[in-house]
């Protein structure tokens, strides 16, 4: 079972000022963002990563290079399926703004029926979001092993549909989850289930969740464990 770390891109101006940037160019870290792209970099530099898999947005890309560094050479992938979603005639406006508008009352509560307008479905976003990541896990399993750590870097709405997949939540409730500018989720996938092992986690030692060979030895890895194990944050030292 490959561990999956999911990282939000750092803080940009927009994000700052409450605009939608969607896909506009040139939407780049601010700041606040560099700094958590680097904090999160120091946290994750005892990791071993098989892949590394990037939206094709400039925040994103200006993330992974900073936390990543020179390991994204050998295994920096770009995939289109994780970028942002595409908000129409909304990109750009302030979200104040949008509060107002008749469609964001079921963007808060419906957004599996909510197409933006002359823009993307809500559904489409989470449907390729889970599926690119499905397709990826399966091949760093295939190419690295069960014990394989590897990353994404990609957006808030689309990290939101994928984890609300995980949790067996339906897409409609997915605004009920919690994504930070650079947070890690943390996702592994089994043969059984997914299993959720962060969410939204802005601080802490992340050298807890390398697997290890002898955690299969005890219990299929599609198990859950019974009594509610020994966690996932014991001490790697």
Known sequence: MTTLLLVRHG?????????????????????TGKEQAAALGERMAGLTLTRIVVSPLERCQQTAEVVFGQRTAEQYRIDERLTECDYGTW???????????PLWARVQNHPSSVVFPEGE??????????????????????QSGPNA??????????IKAVLA?????????FQRIVVDPCSVSVLRYTSHRPFVLRMNDVGG???????????EDAQSDS???VGGGTGTTSSTT
């Open 11 to 31: 803080r940009t101006e927009a994000n700052a000022n409450g605009t939608l940037a969607g896909r506009s160019p040139g939407v780049a870290l601010d700041a």
């Open 91 to 101: 990109t750009g406006r302030p979200l104040k703004e949008l509060a107002d508008e």
């Open 121 to 142: 479905a809500l559904a489409d976003v989470a449907a390729r979001g889970v599926g690119a990541l499905r397709e990826h896990d399966r091949h760093v399993a295939e």
């Open 149 to 158: 750590l590897w990353a994404v870097v990609t957006h808030g709405d689309l």
């Open 165 to 173: 997949d995980a949790l067996g939540m339906h897409v409609d409730l």
């Open 205 to 215: 030692d992340l050298r807890a969740l390398e697997p290890k060979p002898e955690d």
């Open 223 to 225: 198990d859950a464990a």
